[in-house]
């Protein structure tokens, strides 16, 4: 008898089969194969429970046994007690009988469940390769790993992924999957693959491989195996997959924009078609300050007000959108919102964004443009502002004057071309050779990134300067500035700092510009030599306390060069410092520190040796010529003194033989007493002239202030030179002010001043002429005038007329020692006056006095 054995754990546990409908085919051989088995097992038990005891411990195991039993049990019918006697006796018997029934039975049943069994198999092979032929109708490969193991089954249609020499020898790298899908793909797949065999995650994948081919990959954990299903995607079957696809994203899309609305910080809604809300996100609510969105939907809240809500209604009623920016009211606070609405599927759909801030900044902007407009305008530069568009956006005024532009040219917004061709015709910009070239070039600043200065040299003489900067947001800004005065002062410049080099180089003095920090900046040859300096160590810009050090050979004086040092670099009371410098070689320099402007300070030396000496020459002959002078006037004034004695004794015989006590005389003697009494008072008059020019100066003279009465001051001096008048037959004429009055000063010397200039005009003056005396007064001063009709004075006579004993009578009876107007001059600049001289030669001439009135206020304002 054939035993038949089937891998019952393989045939029952093939996810892929039992998908297939294959599982239900096994499972009724299965059921055949036990039944037989169970038949032969269940006789096999029951001979031995009919052996080993009695006929009621036989229990049929299956209800085909029943008959066969009822047989044996009406073949052999006995109680149980002779049963049990009959079996013990013929137990041998029985066995053998039994057991040659049973095989007997054994083998018809065999034979019948074989043929069973051959047919059964027959009909599941048809029924598997229907169920093949079905499941692979499409190409499409299964990959399955059974549990506890990692080797995959691989079955179906492998060109569908792989090329062919892979399919014959390498079928396995189908696993791969990199071999046959992009990257990304790939790493999807092997995650998904991954997790499918460590946990039994399905899942259902629609990938592109990389020849282009659309395919589904699906995997599911079926009887403990894990199977993946590869199939290609076409026609409707690939429609149906992008339409799920397309129908998943537009969840996925409509999800994410409801989140982006609901947390969007501006008001968004939705209303139908016939009006009322179905729509809003919580800014919404927080707007129109509602307890929550569904809130604002219930009682249909609004967030604009009546006016603006029929406007937008009007537009969206029409083919267009509403925009407009409106005011609205938010917690309180009313603030600008940029309000956009449309029409939509079902209604319409609108959204408020917070514009204030943007708002205030562009009038702020428009303010700030403004005021930079303004500024410009009051620039001297010309200012133009071209777009990128290259047409004109801005100009400012001096723009246009520069240029001479029209206004209405300008506000016509021209191109930049079109102005440069205007400027062209009117010959204001540089001849060129290739205009358009040269055009061309300039407008690479509209695609430069730094600014460039030009300068133009224009045909009517003129120099521009042009700078263009490349405007952030396109264009160009063109700076133009009239440099022509500036070339020009700047050629100036060049050439005075020229003409300055030269003459400092030329000068013989030496000279020296150290600046704020003390270093030399400038110097000329003559420094150089004049310090026995080497040029080439000055131009390295030494230090001053450097130059000390080299100069100190020369003179080595502490306390010169602090004074020069502290000179070159104090800060505060920079004032010039005049020094001496004796050297060791003998010379002597005289230096003279400058502050400069700048802050530098400049240095001169001057060689003033031969000077010094000169100088000290002239000095000792000066102290020489003043100690004569001294010795002249102290003389002048010992002689008048010893003069004046015996002469007073003269005079005092005079008067004593003259007075009529003393007795009479004859006529002659009483004429001789008379010419000796004129003469000696004459003499007395000279010598009191000489002693007070004496005193005057020694500095000893002083005044006795007090009130002089003008009117009597001149006629005081007018009686002294009566008799003299009358010798002569001069007239004298007195002219004075009605309300002359007085002033402050030395009444005697006073009328000593007019009595002198009195009698110098008698003396000048031919007989029978004419004299004259006025007197007027200002409000700081009186002035005396002297007029006389004499021959006049020469020029040349006229510096030394107040002189001491000059006396010139140029032709007239004048005789005099020469004191009367150096007296005149001394007492009146005593007084603080002045002294002036106008003369004609042969008109006369006119003494001039000024005494001021007070001479307390005098006196103060000289101290």
Not at 556 to 571: N, Q
Not at 802 to 810: C, G, I, L, N, V
């Amino acid at each position: 008898m054939g035993i038949l054995s089937f891998d019952s754990r393989r045939a029952g546990k093939t996810p892929g089969v039992k998908s297939c409908g294959l599982g239900q085919t096994m499972s009724g051989v299965n059921v055949a194969m036990r039944r037989t088995l169970l038949s032969c097992t269940s006789l096999a038990r029951n001979g031995l429970i009919v052996l080993g005891g009695t006929l009621a411990s036989f229990v049929p195991a299956r209800a085909d046994d029943l008959p066969l039993l009822q047989a044996v049990s009406t073949l052999f019918d006995f109680n149980r007690q002779e049963i049990a006697v009959l079996t013990t006796a013929l137990a041998p018997l029985g066995f053998s009988v039994l057991a040659a029934i049973l095989l007997m039975r054994t083998r018809v049943g065999a034979a019948r469940n074989e043929a069973r069994l051959r047919a059964d198999i027959g009909e599941l092979q048809a029924q598997a390769d229907r169920f093949r032929a079905l499941l692979f109708a499409e190409p499409q490969i299964l990959i399955s790993w059974p549990a506890g193991d990692n080797r995959p089954q691989i079955s179906g249609d492998t060109a569908l992924l792989m090329p062919q020499e892979f399919q014959q020898h390498q079928p396995q790298r189908i696993l791969a999957f990199g071999t046959w899908l992009p990257p990304e793909p790939a790493l999807q797949m092997d995650h998904a693959v991954d997790a499918l065999r460590e946990a039994g995650e399905g899942f259902l994948l629609n990938l592109t491989t990389s020849n282009g081919r659309a395919i589904e990959a699906m995997g599911r954990a079926i009887g403990g195996q894990a199977i993946v299903r590869i199939r290609e995607l076409s026609g409707l079957r690939r429609e149906l997959a992008e339409t799920n696809l397309r129908h998943k994203a537009l969840l996925e899309e409509t999800e994410m924009l409801r989140g982006f609305a609901a947390a969007a910080p501006w008001p968004i809604w939705a209303k139908r078609a016939k009006g009322g809300l179905s729509y809003a996100n919580a800014a919404y609510a927080r707007a129109t300050e509602a307890v929550s969105t569904a809130d604002a939907i219930d009682r249909d809240l609004e967030l604009l007000d009546s006016g603006d809500r029929s406007d937008m209604d009007r537009a969206l009623n029409g083919p267009t959108a509403f925009n407009a920016r409106l005011p609205i009211v938010v917690s309180g606070e009313r603030r600008i919102h940029d309000v956009h609405a449309l029409n939509v599927a079902g209604g319409s759909m609108g959204i408020a964004i917070d514009a204030s801030e943007a708002t205030a900044l562009r009038a702020a902007l428009v303010r700030m443009a403004e005021a930079h407009r303004r500024t410009l305008d009051q620039l001297s530069s010309g200012v133009a502002v071209f777009d990128g568009q290259r047409r004109l956006a801005f100009y400012n005024d001096s723009y246009r004057r520069l240029w001479d532009l029209d206004r209405a040219f300008l506000d016509s917004n021209p191109d930049d071309s079109s102005v440069l061709d205007r400027l062209r015709a009117a010959r204001k910009v540089p001849e060129q050779p290739d205009f358009r070239a040269w055009k061309a070039k300039l407008h690479e600043a509209y695609r430069a990134v730094e600014p460039e200065k030009d300068t133009w040299y224009l045909p009517d003489g003129r120099a521009v300067s042009v700078v263009t900067t490349p405007n952030p947001e396109g264009g160009v800004t063109y700076l133009f500035d009239d440099v022509t005065e500036s070339l020009e002062l700047a050629r100036r410049f060049d050439g005075l700092i020229r003409v300055q080099r030269e003459t400092l180089d030329n000068l013989a003095e030496a000279v020296a510009v150290f600046g704020s920090n003390g270093r030399a900046q400038l110097f000329n040859p003559a420094f150089a030599k004049m310090w026995n300096l080497s040029p080439e160590a000055l131009r390295e810009q030494p230090h001053i306390e450097t130059v000390e050090v080299w100069c100190t050979p020369l003179v080595d004086d502490a306390k010169i060069w602090r004074a020069i040092r502290e000179a070159i670099t104090a800060i505060e009371n920079r004032v010039e410092v005049p020094l001496k410098l004796e050297r060791r070689d003998g010379s002597v320099l005289d230096c003279m520190t400058m502050p400069l402007p700048d802050g530098a300070t400049m240095l001169t030396f001057q060689d003033i040796t031969d000077t010094e000496n000169v100088e000290r020459a002239l000095r000792e002959r000066n102290e020489a010529l003043e100690t004569a002078d001294q010795m002249k006037v102290d003389f002048v004034h010992h002689v008048s003194y010893e003069l004046r004695s015996p002469l007073t004794t003269i005079i005092g015989f005079a008067h004593f033989l003259s007075d009529p006590v003393t007795g009479p005389l004859t006529p002659k003697q009483a004429e001789y007493l008379g010419y000796i009494t004129a003469s000696t008072n004459a003499l007395l008059a000279i010598i009191n002239n000489i002693l007070d020019l004496a005193t005057i100066d020694a500095g000893a003279m002083s005044l006795n202030l007090g009130s002089v009465d003008i009117r009597k001051t001149i006629e005081a001096a007018a009686e002294g030179i009566q008799d003299r008048l009358a010798t002569d037959r001069i007239q004298l004429r007195v002219d004075i002010d009605s309300n002359i009055g007085s002033f402050v000063g030395d009444e005697r010397r006073v009328v000593q001043v007019l009595y002198n200039l009195l009698a110098n005009a008698v003396g000048f003056s031919p007989q029978d002429a004419i004299i004259g005396l006025s007197a007027r007064r200002t409000d700081h001063i009186v002035v005396f005038t002297v007029t006389d009709s004499g021959p006049g004075i020469p020029p040349d006579v006229k510096d030394k007329v107040f002189d001491w004993f000059e006396s010139h009578s140029h032709g007239s009876r004048h005789r005099g020692a020469g004191l009367g107007l150096s007296l005149v001059r001394s007492f009146v600049e005593l007084h603080g006056g002045k002294v002036r001289v106008d003369s004609i030669v042969g008109n006369g001439t006119t003494v001039t006095c000024d005494f001021p009135v007070d001479q307390t206020a005098h006196r103060n304002a000289a101290e």
